[in-house]
């Protein structure tokens, strides 16, 4: 089913910039295109290259000059985008700040409702734009039960409700499994094909994309444009320095060794284990888990199916439901083998939790400070946090913002930083929620060798993953969850 859209938006920027308070350099500068109505965009960059704050200019949410300050013009319609309520659909990069409602359908509707569409249309709409991203739920399910990748698509579905000229996405894909990136997709393309809605999609994953869009933009890391025109142009005369600037580039892997499983001890076990979002309700059940020590365990499955659920539940943040999962001897706390029961302490130098949104995770107001808190927690001396934090912010390219808001990153670097912060505490297993997701090129190169190395020092890591290169390089064990019914 396709869904209908108002005709398409004309967006112009004029040696447009912005930047936020309290930062030094501009999160986007002198960015100058026009986007002609009907126009499909794939907008590229390296993290940080400010793809996300453009996306937030178009859809007229930056804010005022308290926020920060702008320079040059930025125009959709002939007009600030600001006074263009109701053309410009914005999916942002992280759905749970796109969620308003605590019911589905609720959610869905929220859009049109604020829109004042007809009462007599909405539930047309709502059935519609729900069927087109594959959310197939029941109309009152509680928002909060979703599963990230859910979300997503939740979100994507309220703003296609609204029938927007201007479609912007934010990584729209970054959460769901292949099935859901392929409905995900699909649902877009038969949106913007129908309708010829002006379409500008943020997207890390080249080669989903590629061939819905006319036209690939690339914003430079310190102002302007790195490369405009046709993606086949553009892949082919810029591709190596686009690769070398951290854009993924189709056709180019990287070169980072596959990493073979080790024979090795449990660190994690369990037997027949059931896990739970809450007591009433079991995502999975008769679960045989093994983490073998100085390896890495990847999670893969399709969304909904409980791979967060089973990260929780062995970083002992989630009780389990029936069954226990249990430490090797030599990883027992004082209260004993199952991690649930462990002190806070006690969990930071034994299993790390890297959470699916960074956000979650963050206390302080600078990076440096965020990747001191384990360290001074484990009583460290001064000089030994100075320098474990330094090379953190040195290997994941992070050192020019030490002294920045960790809430005024870009999502590719926060996810950096949320792995960083677990790293600092040099915990014996690390548990890793999407520890890709969002990554340019080169971010993903760091954080994946970064990985290899701790294994290469014989700690654990489990990673809870989508991305098949992740599963290729990383090696080790694999936990497949089907689906849940």
Same mark, same amino acid.
């Given at each position: 089913?396709?869904?209908?859209?108002?005709?398409? &938006?004309?967006?112009? =920027?004029?040696?447009?910039?912005?930047?936020?308070?309290?930062?030094?350099?501009?999160?986007?500068?002198?960015?100058?295109?026009?986007?002609?109505?009907?126009?499909?965009?794939?907008?590229?960059?390296?993290?940080?290259?400010?793809?996300?704050?453009?996306?937030?200019?178009?859809?007229?949410?930056?804010?005022?000059?308290?926020?920060?300050?702008?320079?040059?013009?930025?125009?959709?319609?002939?007009?600030?985008?600001?006074?263009?309520?109701?053309?410009?659909?914005?999916?942002?990069?992280?759905?749970?700040?796109?969620?308003?409602?605590?019911?589905?359908?609720?959610?869905?509707?929220?859009?049109?409702? !604020?829109?004042?569409?007809?009462?007599?249309?909405?539930?047309?709409?709502?059935?519609?734009?729900?069927?087109?991203?594959?959310?197939?739920?029941?109309?009152?399910?509680?928002?909060?039960?979703?599963?990230?990748?859910?979300?997503?698509?939740? +979100?994507?579905?309220?703003?296609?409700?609204? #029938?927007?000229?201007?479609?912007?996405?934010?990584?729209?894909?970054? !959460?769901? @499994?292949?099935?859901?990136?392929?409905?995900?997709?699909?649902?877009?393309?038969?949106? +913007?094909?129908?309708?010829?809605?002006?379409?500008?999609?943020?997207?890390?994953?080249?080669?989903?994309?590629?061939? $819905?869009?006319?036209?690939?933009?690339?914003?430079?890391?310190?102002?302007?444009?790195? &490369?405009?025109?046709?993606?086949?142009?553009?892949?082919?005369?810029?591709?190596?320095?686009?690769?070398?600037?951290?854009?993924?580039?189709?056709?180019?892997?990287? @070169?980072?060794?596959?990493?073979?499983? *080790?024979?090795?001890?449990?660190?994690?076990?369990?037997?027949?284990?059931?896990? =739970?979002?809450?007591?009433?309700?079991?995502?999975?059940?008769?679960?045989?888990?093994?983490?073998?020590?100085? !390896?890495?365990?990847?999670?893969?499955?399709?969304?909904?199916?409980?791979?967060?659920?089973?990260?929780?539940?062995?970083?002992?943040?989630?009780?389990?439901?029936?069954?226990?999962?249990?430490?090797?001897?030599?990883? =027992?706390?004082?209260?004993?083998?199952?991690?649930?029961?462990?002190?806070?302490?006690?969990?930071?130098? #034994?299993?790390?939790?890297?959470?699916?949104?960074?956000?979650?995770?963050?206390?302080?107001?600078?990076? #440096?400070?965020?990747?001191?808190?384990?360290?001074?927690?484990?009583?460290?001396?001064?000089?030994?946090?100075?320098?474990?934090?330094?090379?953190?912010?040195?290997?994941?390219?992070?050192?020019? $913002?030490?002294?920045?808001?960790?809430?005024?990153?870009?999502?590719?670097?926060?996810? #950096?930083?949320?792995?960083?912060?677990?790293?600092?505490?040099?915990?014996?297993?690390?548990?890793?929620?999407?520890?890709?997701?969002?990554?340019?090129?080169?971010?993903?190169?760091?954080?994946?060798?970064?990985?290899?190395?701790?294994?290469?020092?014989?700690?654990?890591? *489990?990673?809870?993953?989508? @991305?098949?290169?992740?599963?290729?390089?990383?090696?080790?064990?694999?936990?497949?969850?089907?689906?849940?019914?």
């Amino acid at each position: 089913m396709s869904v209908s859209v108002a005709s398409p &938006a004309r967006v112009q =920027a004029a040696g447009w910039g912005w930047r936020y308070s309290g930062r030094k350099r501009p999160a986007v500068a002198d960015v100058t295109f026009t986007i002609e109505p009907g126009e499909r965009v794939l907008l590229l960059g390296a993290s940080g290259a400010g793809k996300s704050t453009l996306l937030a200019g178009l859809a007229g949410v930056l804010g005022d000059a308290d926020e920060g300050e702008r320079r040059g013009t930025l125009l959709v319609d002939g007009a600030a985008p600001e006074t263009q309520r109701g053309r410009v659909g914005l999916v942002l990069q992280d759905p749970e700040a796109g969620i308003v409602l605590s019911k589905v359908g609720d959610d869905v509707a929220f859009g049109c409702e !604020n829109l004042g569409v007809a009462a007599s249309e909405i539930p047309r709409r709502v059935a519609e734009s729900m069927d087109a991203v594959g959310l197939d739920v029941p109309l009152d399910r509680a928002t909060k039960a979703l599963s990230g990748g859910q979300k997503q698509r939740l +979100v994507l579905a309220g703003v296609l409700a609204m #029938r927007p000229g201007l479609l912007l996405l934010d990584e729209p894909t970054a !959460n769901l @499994d292949p099935e859901g990136v392929r409905e995900v997709r699909a649902s877009v393309g038969r949106a +913007v094909e129908a309708t010829d809605a002006t379409l500008v999609v943020v997207e890390h994953r080249t080669p989903i994309w590629v061939d $819905l869009m006319t036209r690939v933009i690339v914003l430079a890391a310190d102002g302007g444009l790195l &490369a405009d025109g046709p993606p086949a142009r553009v892949f082919t005369e810029h591709g190596a320095a686009l690769a070398a600037a951290g854009v993924w580039v189709p056709d180019r892997g990287v @070169d980072l060794p596959v990493l073979q499983p *080790v024979p090795a001890s449990d660190a994690l076990s369990s037997t027949d284990l059931a896990i =739970a979002r809450d007591p009433s309700v079991v995502v999975q059940s008769g679960l045989d888990i093994a983490v073998p020590r100085a !390896n890495a365990t990847v999670i893969t499955g399709p969304n909904g199916a409980g791979k967060s659920t089973l990260a929780l539940t062995l970083a002992g943040l989630l009780p389990e439901h029936d069954g226990e999962v249990r430490s090797a001897p030599e990883l =027992a706390g004082r209260r004993g083998h199952r991690p649930i029961r462990w002190t806070s302490r006690e969990l930071l130098t #034994r299993i790390g939790m890297v959470f699916q949104e960074p956000e979650h995770q963050f206390l302080t107001r600078t990076l #440096r400070d965020e990747l001191a808190v384990g360290p001074r927690a484990l009583g460290w001396t001064r000089e030994r946090t100075d320098a474990g934090v330094d090379e953190l912010l040195d290997r994941l390219d992070l050192a020019p $913002l030490a002294l920045a808001n960790p809430f005024t990153l870009s999502g590719g670097q926060k996810r #950096r930083l949320s792995v960083a912060t677990v790293l600092a505490g040099a915990p014996e297993v690390i548990v890793l929620d999407e520890p890709t997701f969002g990554q340019d090129r080169r971010g993903w190169i760091s954080l994946v060798a970064l990985l290899q190395d701790e294994i290469s020092r014989g700690r654990s890591i *489990v990673a809870v993953t989508h @991305d098949d290169a992740v599963v290729q390089h990383l090696g080790g064990h694999r936990i497949r969850l089907a689906a849940t019914t």
